[in-house]
């Protein structure tokens, strides 16, 4: 999951970001990684949320779009992007999640806008907003509509007995205060703050954010990035332990298992033969997946 927040402010927008990367499961973490691809020439930043290997490809085509000159409405860029994803290769692993985010200026009126479309419609259904949003949002406030969407049809969320419990969570969830505008760098840690809090470790809606926060500040042919928190992930650290807890990472794996055996988790409550979710075809005990980091 990648935290994507955007405040619309007219002739500017500000975007936000983790830099989290983890693999299925958290079977593998890296803390630096920018999610926010700029295209300054255009005052367009573009996020993706989900499989890492469709977003680049659709990234790659973008890259060219801008390079040629091609598409140069915001309206022709986004649709060009949309029908990149819904065209990308499949995943091997088979998580094609994925959402695309285009921030950019409205081509009638120049306003800063977000257009949004997944795969839960291959990309044929696109919201439209110039509303502040973030997803994952934190539970002490409403979801977005983008959020709301992505856990309503989403692909993860199917299996009968998860799909009947998010129902019910969502009822409750969508009477929370809306989530209040930021601006400021130190609104905008304070909101990474409450993601992290309220969703880390949350079972059913668990979405883990961490590395450090980015805001980018967009406008037409300017762009300025500043780093407005970071948080202690470092392998072995209170906050990263917190982060991988109850996942399939190497640490947690050869850690105590949380039934208080004594024993490690893997070969007590997690089976060692089940396949791992690298995708290597090994089971869980023999995959270098699971080598301690």
């Not at 409405?73 to 819904?86: G, P, S, V, W």
């Not at 998580?95 to 795969?119: E, K």
């Not at 839960?120 to 539970?139: G, K, L, M, Q, Y």
Request: aromatic share 6%; hydrophobic share 35%; glycine share 8%.
């Amino acid at each position: 999951m990648t935290m994507i927040a955007v405040s619309h402010q007219g002739d500017h927008a500000l975007v936000c970001s983790d830099t989290l990367a983890v693999a299925r499961n958290m079977t593998q973490v890296s803390t630096n990684v920018d999610k926010v691809h700029l295209f300054p020439a255009r005052g367009i930043a573009v996020s993706i949320n989900g499989n890492v290997r469709r977003g680049a490809e659709v990234l790659g085509w973008m890259h060219v779009a801008a390079a040629t000159g091609e598409h140069e409405r915001f309206d022709e860029f986004c649709a060009f992007a949309f029908l990149a994803a819904a065209r990308a290769a499949p995943s091997e692993s088979g998580d094609n999640s994925c959402g695309v985010f285009i921030t950019g200026p409205d081509d009638d009126t120049g306003r800063y806008v977000t257009a949004y479309a997944d795969d839960t419609s291959d990309f044929t259904e696109v919201v439209r907003t110039e509303d502040h949003f973030c997803t994952p949002s934190p539970i002490r406030h409403a979801p977005s509509a983008i959020e709301d969407q992505w856990l309503s049809t989403g692909e993860a969320y199917s299996a009968p007995d998860v799909r009947q419990a998010l129902d019910d969570g969502l009822r409750v969830w969508r009477r929370q205060p809306p989530m209040p505008s930021t601006v400021t760098p130190q609104e905008w840690a304070d909101l990474a703050l409450a993601v992290r809090h309220d969703r880390a470790t949350d079972p059913l809606l668990h979405a883990p954010i961490g590395g450090r926060i980015l805001l980018t500040k967009i406008s037409p042919g300017r762009i300025a990035t500043r780093t407005v928190h970071t948080f202690s992930d470092q392998p072995g650290g209170t906050d990263f332990r917190k982060l991988i807890a109850r996942s399939l990472h190497p640490d947690n794996l050869h850690g105590p298992c949380r039934c208080d055996s004594g024993r490690p988790a893997l070969g007590c409550c997690v089976d060692p033969g089940q396949p791992c979710l690298c995708g290597s075809g090994q089971s869980l005990g023999e995959c270098h997946a699971v080598e301690r980091v």
